[in-house]
């Protein structure tokens, strides 16, 4: 089958991208081409049984999304976004990717002969709750971000579109994707990863919250696991309801700082110094910490995150070598 | 205060312009101004004490809306919508009169030097549920129609840009309207208004559900007071959530004939034949048949649904004559 990422140069899309070259299948259905499409033309996968076509395109332009969406596509898996903290500095910009984009990504999908699969990654931000909140699967979506409501916004066309028969979509909220590869940012989030990656580069990490506090989390083998069983899954049982919140963690700080230092040593641990941060605590306080994930658990086949030692122990293998390598140390 | 009312020339727009004009305030705040908008530039009031602009033009053109909005806005009531069964359909007109109208609304209320109220009406059709559910305020919306989703998008884009400080928005989820003035059509709800309305015209009416099916309906008359409250009201304690699901009434069909007979007698009530259609009874079945309403009962001040027996008796005094003679009876 043919396969569309828009976002293949991000790093979910990148390591997507990897591993269908690696795998060369999806749920048992071979990989007869692959489109990477992003804002500059995305680097191939080495080695891919298939051919690779790389655009650069701004996905928010129906005609470049329609040239990487051709005809005989299967699977459109659809990561292209404007992050939290920009969609928050920057209105229009978020609704114009986040919001537009989505509005073409269905406009060059319903081009084609047969709707095909839709797989949109939709976020934890959509919600609010807070530390105490264990969040039930009908839960319902009260942003208070507008990377949130644009992404809750893109759930509601999609599953509208699938319901009209345009498309087949499946809209995963992902927790927070931790260890992310890069550098620490200005998100909010940017510390649930920057506490676990900094240390295992040898470098200071600063925890703005207390070691008690929980965070929704995912690591990105696990994210890339979800999303190759969305593109191949049976949607038959979803119904209208085309959201899932799949089963991530509840973890709190002390316990993902415990397993960097069961895996990394307690000199690791010792370069995470706390540097309490009141506007930071309390923009991710208002996070969802749980999610019940019965729904994607038990009846849609959705896999559990590996434990936290699993999880550091990820990064190390899949990308400290080249973390260290893009950032020069 | 200056009040701009797109969709202006639907049944509930000329409803309010007619209200305002009697009223002369809103809030005890003297209405300065009044623009109506609508596809065709609609009728002013009779009698209003301040100055009306009528202007026709498209709600998805910026340019027509901006028109609409002037500066000194304080006020806009955004009715503008394609209805249930022309955006199922139609998607695409859907689409855009319903979400790139809301996304128009918003641009032109960013250009105001300061925020105004926007009193958005969201749908009940945003729901799903069934007879047998009573939906409680936090109730997820998961749409089983094009309108729905499209209600719920408006929604979310409002309730963030009211976070952000760009609106301050009240998005009103109207139960069925009954009795609207008019013609039966071919929405699935129209039996709902034809059902009472049709027989107090001395015609006859088909009902295609039982006796025991409820609607979660409220009158013209209590969505202009809804409106006008909504109008007026301090937002301060919705917090981020700026959807309301007003105090409505779930009434069944045997409960509205009996309401008819009470107010116009057995020979009204007997213009009613039962004539059961498989097709609306499946559409509708699935529309919630109630609602808890406690938020806007208890803490937002939203008046109650009068009794049935008034429901049927306003249409008589509200409508009766005009339905009559614009349907050349």
Not at 2 to 28: C, E
Not at 35 to 42: A, E, G, K, Q, S
Not at 209 to 225: H, K, L, M, T, Y
Not at 303 to 311: A, N
Request: with cysteine; aromatic share 4%; net charge neutral.
């Amino acid at each position: 089958m043919s396969i569309t990422i828009l976002g293949g140069g991000g790093f979910l899309g990148l390591k997507l991208a990897r591993r269908l070259a690696r795998d060369g299948q999806v749920g048992g259905r071979p990989v007869e081409a692959l489109t990477l499409f992003d804002l500059r033309p995305p680097p191939a996968p080495e080695g891919a049984p298939f051919p690779v076509r790389s655009l650069g395109g701004d996905v928010s332009d129906p005609a470049a999304v329609a040239e990487a969406v051709q005809p005989g596509t299967r699977v459109v898996v659809h990561l292209a976004a404007v992050v939290s903290a920009q969609a928050e500095a920057d209105f229009d910009l978020g609704l114009k990717v986040n919001l537009h984009g989505t509005l073409a990504v269905l406009s060059a999908c319903r081009a084609l002969p047969s709707p095909p699969r839709v797989v949109f990654t939709s976020s934890v931000a959509s919600f609010g709750g807070g530390q105490g909140a264990v969040l039930p699967d009908d839960a319902r979506q009260v942003p208070e971000n507008s990377y949130g409501a644009q992404k809750a916004m893109g759930e509601l066309l999609l599953a509208d579109a699938s319901r009209r028969g345009m498309v087949d979509a499946v809209s995963i909220r992902l927790p927070t994707v931790t260890v992310r590869p890069g550098r620490p940012n200005k998100a909010a989030s940017s510390f649930v990863s920057a506490i676990l990656r900094e240390p295992l580069l040898g470098l200071p990490a600063e925890l703005p919250v207390g070691e008690d506090f929980a965070v929704w989390i995912c690591s990105p083998r696990r994210a890339v696991e979800w999303l190759l069983h969305a593109m191949g899954m049976d949607t038959a049982g979803m119904g209208a309801d085309r959201g899932v919140n799949p089963p991530g963690m509840s973890a709190k700080v002390g316990d993902m700082l415990a397993a960097l230092e069961r895996v990394a040593g307690p000199a690791a641990r010792a370069l995470v110094r706390r540097a309490p941060d009141p506007a930071v605590a309390a923009i991710v306080g208002g996070w969802p910490a749980a999610f019940t994930a019965e729904r994607a658990r038990a009846r849609l086949g959705f896999s559990e995150q590996e434990p936290l030692d699993e999880l550091v122990r990820a990064f190390v293998e899949d990308d400290l070598e080249e973390t260290r390598r893009d950032r020069g140390l």
